[in-house]
């Protein structure tokens, strides 16, 4: 007989947790798609630069319909702009979830993904040019027009500026010897050249062999600083990760490590069409608008990539958190200069293309002197508008000279000579 309690009667045969548990169930069930809206409204929101995600299936349209190939370069161009933003904003989303230890891992998967896919795309058609500029011109643009923007945001609103100069110093010095890697093949390929009896063939084959080997060893000095900032030496990365920190409190609340999983893998396989679609039109846009591939890939492809990446350093140094601006611009040219380079040699032994180090002299040297000047800039772990106005400005040069830059200068390897080394070997 059932009894009182908190003067209501029950039935005895009431199911009081089961319905609970199917209510809840039936609750979840229709809030789903309310939250899912949601997630997709604020990753929308997250930037303003997403109002351009219109031209990525326009982009992707006028490709599989083979538009003209200026149309299918200019609309592909601009879509991968908003998708870069997306990347970006997935990756510092999941990176605030993970911890520090795998949010490096994160970050140095796919911060620079935009390069590397474009790159991926570029090198399995053959385009070792393009491959090549693209990876000069993203550590060039950031460590010269990321850097001086920065410095330039931040002495707006102080005179100068103060930053961990260990920090700066040490990538700044890891940056030195990446320009080293360079430096070496391209000197040795002119005295090799020069002096070889034996023709192109064999001089092509030792820098290959050069390459590779190089490419194994940057890729270990890169994992041996993973190690050293987020194990070893952390401490010295105080200021940096304070500042991370405090980001992270405004930045990792809106998507959930799988929602950002999803966002990631979603992303990524948007970029990589439209960086299909964009490689195959740069033959086509190069003839009739009458610029280099090494422009084009050198500085047109790494603005579009590193845009977000661009914003989001200027912002912060314009907040005072310039140990944070420096790590983004000069840490995104060392993961190039020390990760995504060496890898795509690595990845061109595998497939048998004929990616090496070994740039053309001038840009091995423009690639020198520019470290050269970042690390004189950096040395006293101070800035001010006038080093941001300095950088920027050795960016425009740069930028100038490469416009007139031809592609069929000497001093590149053959590379219908190095193929015939891959078929017969």
Known sequence: MPGPSNGRLYNETTPLIGRTQNHEDESRFKTLPKHVIHLFYATLASNYVNVFLIFVPIGIIAGALKWNPTAVFVLNFIAIIPLAALLSFATEELSAKLGQTLGGLMNATFGNAVELIVSIVALKEGEIRI?????????????????????????????????????????????????????????????????????????????????HGTAIILLILYVMYLYFQLYSHHNLFADVENQEGGAEEEDGQILSPVAAGVA?????????????????????IVESAHISKTFVGLILIPIVGNAAEHVTAVICAYKGKMDLAINVAIGSSMQ???????????????????????????????????????????????????EGAMCIGIYAIIALAFYIYPDNVAGDITVDVVKRFFATS
């Open 131 to 211: 491959v090549q500029a693209s990876m000069l011109g993203s550590i060039l643009s950031n460590i010269l027009l990321v850097l001086g923007c920065c410095f330039l945001a931040g002495g707006i609103r102080e005179q100068e500026r103060s930053f961990n100069e260990t920090v700066a110093s040490t990538m700044s010095s890891l940056m030195a010897v990446a320009s080293a890697s360079l430096i070496i093949p391209a000197t040795l390929y002119a005295v090799m050249h020069s002096d070889s009896k034996k023709g192109n063939l064999e001089t092509d084959k030792n820098i290959l062999v050069l390459s």
């Open 336 to 386: 190039i200069a020390l990760f995504v380079t060496p890898f795509l040699v690595i990845l061109g032994w595998i497939v048998g293309q004929p990616m090496t180090l070994h740039f053309q002299g001038f840009e091995t040297m423009v690639f020198f002197i520019s470290v050269l000047i970042v690390n004189y800039l950096i040395q006293d772990g101070k800035s001010n508008y006038l």
């Open 264 to 284: 990631l893998v979603l992303v990524t396989l948007l970029v990589a069409v439209c960086a299909e679609y964009l490689v195959d039109s740069i033959d086509s």
